[in-house]
Each structure stands twice: as C-alpha cells, then as structure tokens.
C-alpha cells in the first residue's frame, strides 16, 4: 500500500510515531523487550519484558525490585524517612532557584509540543520541579512500597536536576 506521495505506508506511520512521543527506560508507555527475538524463535510462547520493571526499576545487585533493595539498604545504615524527607526537600528547593536564576538555561532545550487544535506548546522547563516540596508535605505521605517502609513516596528533583544540587 502506497500513500499520494508514493511512500510506503508502513514508514509514513513509523516517521509520525517518531515525532509524537519519545520514550524512555522508565516511561510506562514505552515499548515491551522481546529476548531472543533477534536470533528468532522456535516452536513454543515466548515471554515479552516489561523494560521498566526489568531495568528502570530493578536492581541487578540484589535481584529485587529497588524499592525492596533501597528499603533494606536504609534500615542497615540507619537512615530514617524524616532524614529523607528533608534531603528530598531540599532537592527541589535547589532545583527551583537554579530554574528561577536561569543557572540552567545553557543545559534545557526548549521543545515545540504540537496540539490538536491552536498552537504548539512551547515547553522550556521541566516538570519534575516542584517548588512548594517540603519535608512536612513529604512527611504527610504514606510509605511508598511497604507499610513499615523507610523510603518515601516522595524523591528528590530528578536526575535532570541533579547539577543544581551542588
């Protein structure tokens, strides 16, 4: 099947997804992995994996989820969910002045998002920032993986914003 143009469908279709969405590791909307698949298969199913739950958010050194392994690694060194709460804190705080004093403008790209209707947006800041963060509103949150967990449903400015910590 051809398009007006003479182009394969097939690669109009890949070059619009292309544009529409990137994805990342951890991005839940991103694509399955298929081992093996390259070599091909033989007779039999084959199991797809879920990237973000095999490399985003698994941890190769105890082979459990990270949220189980940073919980154990906070209970052997002793460091409690308030103590967290206050460094999460203090991330976005420092990560919202460098924003606000433009010390990161050099490393952001602004981006043209396109909408269905009107305009495309224009996006210069990131959305992983958030200035009114405190550790008595991270402290309000319920655990994140366990009832007795250490490890805070809240985290620090992302690791796009880790140059503002310092």
């Known amino acids: 099947m051809r398009h007006r ?14 544009r529409r969405r990137r994805h990342g590791v951890d991005d839940p909307g991103g694509p399955y992995l ?19 739950a095999h490399d985003a958010l698994f941890c190769s050194v105890d082979m459990r989820g990270t949220g189980a392994a940073t919980d154990s ?3 052997a060194k002793d460091i409690g969910r308030a103590e967290q709460d206050e460094y999460a804190a203090m991330s976005h705080d420092r ?5 606000k004093n433009a ?5 952001i790209v602004a981006a043209e998002v396109p909408q269905r209707r009107g305009d495309p947006l224009q996006v210069s800041q990131d ?4 200035p009114a963060t405190s550790a008595e509103s991270l402290g309000k949150l319920r ?23 310092l």
């Not at 093996?36 to 990237?51: N, W």
């Open 5 to 18: 143009d003479g182009r394969p469908a097939n690669r109009l279709r890949l070059v619009r997804r292309s």
């Open 34 to 52: 298929a081992p093996g698949a390259r070599a091909g298969y033989r007779y039999g199913d084959s199991a797809l994996v879920d990237p973000s």
């Open 73 to 75: 690694y906070n209970k």
């Open 95 to 99: 990560a919202a002045t460098a924003a």
């Open 103 to 107: 010390l990161l403008d050099d490393e």
């Open 127 to 130: 959305d992983g920032v958030r």
């Open 143 to 165: 655990p994140a993986f366990a009832r007795t967990a250490r490890s805070p449903p809240g985290r620090p400015a992302g690791p796009q914003n880790w140059p503002s910590a």
